[in-house]
């Protein structure tokens, strides 16, 4: 849904196993990001945000409260992805 719509999608990970590897092996295209992104440790990850109208989607609840509180905006963990899906026609 997000490509159909123009939406850009962005992957934020820290991960020390590559993440197109990681990607490649759950049989992932990775040419569905716009881009693809290793976070140090001693950074946050709402240090990377810049898009206008995000949202963020992690397993981290630290991660999320973190963005959340220093970007205000729309966080969900992995688990909630089936309730952003738009089945309106």
Do not use: A, M, W
Not at 18 to 35: A, P, R, V
Request: glycine share 4%; hydrophobic share 35%.
């Amino acid at each position: 849904q997000c490509i159909n719509k123009g939406i850009r999608i962005y992957i934020l990970s820290r991960s020390e196993i590559s993440i197109i590897e990681k990607l490649k092996n759950c049989n992932i295209d990775t040419n569905i990001f716009h881009g693809i992104f290793k976070v140090g440790k001693d950074k946050l990850k709402s240090s990377c945000i810049y898009s206008e109208s995000p949202i963020f989607i992690d397993d981290s609840f630290q991660e999320r409260e973190d963005v959340s509180k220093n970007k205000g905006i729309p966080c969900f963990d992995v688990s909630e992805i089936p309730f952003l899906f738009d089945f309106r026609k």
